[in-house]
């Protein structure tokens, strides 16, 4: 049984304890759903959810359309190579390309990767039966945060050398020394402590928050139609405002996506380019 | 609820676990698409822009190819109307020369016609006159007996009145010119126009 479902039988519950609970909101249980699987491996406890199979089943679903539409290429490209062409074409061109540089072809395949494991997963907030996005589950935004901050540190050590790279992020060219006092702690803290994590919470927010406004308007949709009286008459509107939020989901989903994927490109173009 | 757990979680706090699995399901996928997605879609792009530069390349030969054939049809038609002129200047020149010589020719074989025609007539005159030169003599000396009434012929022979006379006519038709003298300078004119104003002399003593 989903945590959803779960708010749904305790909403329903609700009428018949007379009224002393009211409209019962979903809470942050929506997010811990039962342990379907679990078992401890190296002293580290593992607990499948549903949410963990989400991720499995985006995952493969994702890499599986894609490794159809390029299993028999065309010049002219059918509808599947076309749709994922045109995904890894913005990618490479609208993001790697232009945002990093000439240099940035090379991340194409991580920043296309980024693209679509992030799009695949958001997209199950909506998908019906998943309706929650493993991107909601904050430690799968922090995996790629991390995996962003490695390598942007990695590639600024790399082609800028560690000394300049590090002075350069603690002593940004061009600021009067006196400034230096405030600069160079926000600085450092920026880039080494903040990016990853504003990064994460970003993606992770918004697929939380956008969750939790499904939930809200649906189970307000279903309370408002049992609860007895008059109320009744706003279910519409609750459940209209559920559907308006699901097209508002889909934006958003392609929209984080996005925009993870060109924030992790800034970072990299920082780090391949030094700081004017 | 009866997930208890859940109500004190803080949702930044993820478990190790749960790091694990995404980490593993970002691998994956990024080892997939890394290996075998993109680089056959790069591959697809590359063979993409050569066909499409391909066909751009094929059309400008193309377009290269025609305009070539057209400058070399417009060499031709100009050789062809430049040798064209030259034929008909040729022709006409030709022409002319054939019409030239055929004027020249002509004029020659008239030329000659008439220098015949005068030979011809001088020859004959020369006949005439000789021919009457004889006659004349005999003649006027029997008509002269026959108004003397007696036979002059031999006196006449004798002491060659007559060839004296006939000089006598020649040599004054010899100063006083052709026809100024006589009465019959019309008749002589349109008979002979040039040449022999001696000729005639003959048909006035006639």
Do not use: C
Not at chain 1, 90 to 119: E, N, Q, Y
Not at chain 1, 229 to 251: C, H, Q
Not at chain 2, 143 to 162: H, I, M, N, P, Y
Request: aromatic share 10%.
């Amino acid at each position: 049984m989903t945590s959803s479902a779960l708010a749904l039988v305790n909403v329903l519950a609700a009428e018949g304890s007379e009224g002393d609970s009211g409209f019962q909101a979903p809470t942050i249980a929506e997010f811990y759903p039962e342990s379907l699987v679990s078992f401890s491996l190296f002293g580290i406890d593992f607990e499948f959810t549903r949410i963990t199979f989400i991720l499995f089943i985006a995952t493969a679903a994702i890499m599986l359309l894609l490794v159809l539409a390029v299993r028999r290429p065309g010049i002219v490209p059918g509808k599947l190579q076309w749709l994922a062409e045109s995904g890894y074409s913005v990618v490479r061109d609208g993001i790697a390309r232009d945002v990093i540089g000439p240099k940035g072809l090379p991340f194409a395949p991580f920043l296309g990767s980024l693209f679509f494991f992030i799009l695949a997963n958001n997209a199950m907030s909506i998908v019906p039966f998943f309706q929650i996005s493993p991107m909601s589950k904050f430690a799968f935004p922090l995996v790629l945060a991390v995996f962003v901050w490695v390598l942007y540190n990695y590639i600024g050590i790399r082609e800028q050398g560690a000394a300049k790279y590090f002075k350069d992020a603690a002593i940004p060219p061009g600021v009067p020394k006196a400034a230096l006092i405030l600069v160079t702690p926000i600085e450092l803290l920026q880039v080494f402590v903040i990016r990853p994590f504003t990064l994460a919470v970003r993606l992770f927010a918004n697929m939380f928050a956008g969750h939790m406004l499904l939930v809200v308007f649906s189970l307000g949709a279903v309370y408002l139609l049992q609860v007895g009286n008059l109320s009744a008459i706003f279910a519409p509107f609750s459940l209209i405002m559920a559907i308006v939020m699901t097209f508002f989901e889909l934006l958003v989903i392609v929209l984080q996506a996005y925009v993870f994927t060109v924030l992790t490109a800034t970072y990299l173009n920082g780090a391949v380019e030094p700081a004017h | 609820m009866n997930i208890l757990a859940a109500e004190s979680a803080n949702p930044l706090l993820p478990p190790i676990g749960e790091i694990i699995v995404g980490v593993i399901a970002f691998a994956i996928l990024y080892f997939v698409l890394a290996k075998f997605v993109f680089p056959q879609m790069e591959k697809t792009f590359v063979a993409r822009r050569e066909a499409i530069e391909g066909g751009i390349e094929r059309a400008d030969a193309m377009q290269a190819e025609a305009k070539a054939a057209l400058a070399q049809y417009r060499a031709q038609l100009a050789e062809a109307q430049a040798e064209a002129a030259k034929i008909r200047d040729d022709a006409r020149a030709e022409g002319q020369q054939i019409i030239e010589e055929l004027r020249a020719q002509a004029q020659t074989e008239s030329a000659r016609i008439i220098a015949r025609g005068e030979e011809q007539l001088t020859a004959s005159r020369q006949q005439v006159l000789n021919e009457l030169r004889g006659q004349i003599g005999t003649l006027a000396v029997s008509l002269a007996g026959k108004v003397v009434g007696e036979s002059l012929a031999d006196d006449a022979r004798r002491s060659g009145t007559v060839d004296r006379f006939l000089d006598d006519l020649d040599g004054m038709s010899a100063t006083t010119g052709t026809s100024a003298t006589t009465g019959t300078a019309a008749t002589t004119g349109s008979a002979d126009g040039r040449g022999g104003s001696s000729a005639y002399v003959p048909q006035d003593a006639r």
